[in-house]
Every structure is written in structure tokens, then in C-alpha cells.
């Protein structure tokens, strides 16, 4: 079970192109935003879409992945942990953070297959 602890599965699609960086040690890191989408009928019976965005940081290797082969729209799956942090801004100011470090990642369906609903144009 401890490998249980800390792990979170999500299936979405990419919000931007991945940007991947070298840190000052040397390490890559890649980042970008992951939409996931839950929906439900409402007291009245309309269906209710609710898009949630993540942040996903991907290292090393993954982030070479992640970076080369990743596009905005395409449908992935990533597995990772959920990480808190927070950071000082321009202003001063602590703003606080949320992001899934990869642990794994699968490509689904890259974007151009998918229609404008986020279905397979074959559906």
C-alpha cells in the first residue's frame, strides 16, 4: 500500500504545447496544463460540463518525452504525485501552487483526430 499514497491517474487533453527548460543543474523540466472534464445533469436535468486544469511537471527523461513529442489538444494519460509549493512573485507576493509530477505517461490520440467536442471524428 505505500505505494499507494501519493498517486494520482489523469486522462485529458494537453492546453498548450509542452515547455521544456534546463535548470541551472543541469536537469530538464518540462511543463504544461492538462484539462480534465467531468459532467453531470443539474436539478433541472441539463447536462453540466466542468473543465478542471492541472499543472504537470515532467523531469529528465519524461520531460525530453513530454517536450519532442507532446502537442496542444492531443489526449494523454499521465500518472504521477501531487505536489504543493509555493513561490515568492515579481510583486513580492506568496502565491501558492499545485502540480503533478510524472511518474508515466501515455499518448491517447493527438488532437488533429479529434473533433471541435473532443470526440473521435470516426465516432
Request: overall charge positive; glycine content about 10%.
Amino acid at each position: 500500500m505505500n505505494s499507494l499514497k501519493n498517486r494520482v491517474t489523469l486522462i485529458g487533453n494537453l492546453g498548450q504545447d509542452p515547455e521544456t527548460k534546463t535548470i541551472e543543474t543541469g536537469k530538464k523540466v518540462t511543463h504544461f496544463t492538462l484539462a480534465t472534464d467531468d459532467g453531470y445533469k443539474n436539478a433541472d436535468g441539463q447536462k453540466v460540463n466542468e473543465t478542471t486544469w492541472h499543472n504537470i511537471v515532467a523531469w529528465n527523461g519524461l520531460a525530453d518525452i513530454a517536450g519532442k513529442f507532446l502537442k496542444k489538444g492531443q489526449q494523454v494519460a499521465v500518472e504521477g504525485r501531487i505536489v504543493y509549493r509555493s513561490y515568492e512573485d515579481k510583486k513580492g507576493a506568496t502565491k501558492y501552487i499545485t502540480e503533478i509530477v510524472l511518474n508515466d505517461l501515455v499518448l491517447l490520440r493527438s488532437g488533429k483526430s479529434q473533433g471541435k467536442d473532443g470526440q473521435d471524428k470516426d465516432e
